[in-house]
């Protein structure tokens, strides 16, 4: 199986209103990586927290790391109906280096 | 800065034919990984490759092998295609050490009848 799952599968909510997306993943890791996806495109880079960061922020992003409980994650504030996509959440295994595990993501959809 | 390029965009094949995937990464990144994203899920790791060598593979068969070149593009080869190997392959690329962004391709459509 894999290591991420993302919860809720999918969000729907008003333009403006906030988004939380949660991941939750089984092993340590180096670092988690936030993904967006429009249309089964590519995956477009949010951000990336640290094992050893608690949160980051940018832009209308804020994203929350609890390694004691293995889990994530994402908020989008005032969101747009731009931010209509999957997201997906994408963690490392322990020492192996940018070789990635994901989620069957949240699909978020914002109404205008 | 060209992003992370991948050729082609859109692939038709015949069961049991082989596919040739290319990817180029972005400039000066020595790392790329190879992804399979079925229709629904999640992209599920293949391959990483670094500095021309083989760092991981993921839970698939031997019909799927990649290879890494001197400028670091890479090609993805999969042989004897299945029905089920249809889907999209992204590639990825990041600079070297842990902790540091991968940046994917727009991917390739692999559409097996």
């Known amino acids: 199986s894999q290591q991420g799952e993302e919860d809720p599968q999918a969000l729907s909510i008003q333009e403006g209103e906030n988004a939380t997306m949660n991941c939750s993943y089984k092993?340590?890791?180096?670092?988690l990586q936030w993904y967006r996806q429009n249309s089964g495109r590519g995956l477009v880079h949010l951000i990336l927290i640290r094992s050893n960061e608690r949160e980051k922020h940018s832009g209308r992003l804020r994203v929350t790391l609890d390694t004691s409980k293995k889990s994530s994650s994402l908020l989008i504030t005032a969101s747009r109906a731009a931010d209509t996509a999957s997201y997906f959440c994408a963690t490392d295994r322990w020492g192996t280096g940018n070789q990635f595990y994901f989620g069957t993501g949240t699909s978020l959809t914002v109404i205008p | 800065d060209a992003g992370v390029t991948q050729s082609p965009t859109h692939l038709i094949k015949t069961r049991g034919q082989q596919v040739t995937l290319r990817c180029s990464p972005i400039?000066?990144?020595?790392?790329v990984s190879w992804y399979q994203q079925v229709l629904g899920q999640g992209p599920q790791f293949i391959f990483q490759?670094?500095?021309?060598?083989?760092?991981g593979r993921g839970n698939f068969p031997d019909r799927f092998s990649a290879r890494q070149f001197p400028n670091y593009s890479s090609e993805l080869n999969v042989n004897a295609l299945l029905l089920g190997d249809s889907a999209l392959y992204l590639c990825a690329s990041s600079s070297q050490g842990l902790n540091t962004e991968a940046f994917f391709g727009q991917g390739t459509r692999l559409t097996v009848v």
């Open positions: 092993t340590s890791i180096n670092n």
């Open positions: 400039s000066g990144h020595k790392s």
């Open positions: 490759y670094y500095e021309k060598e083989e760092r």
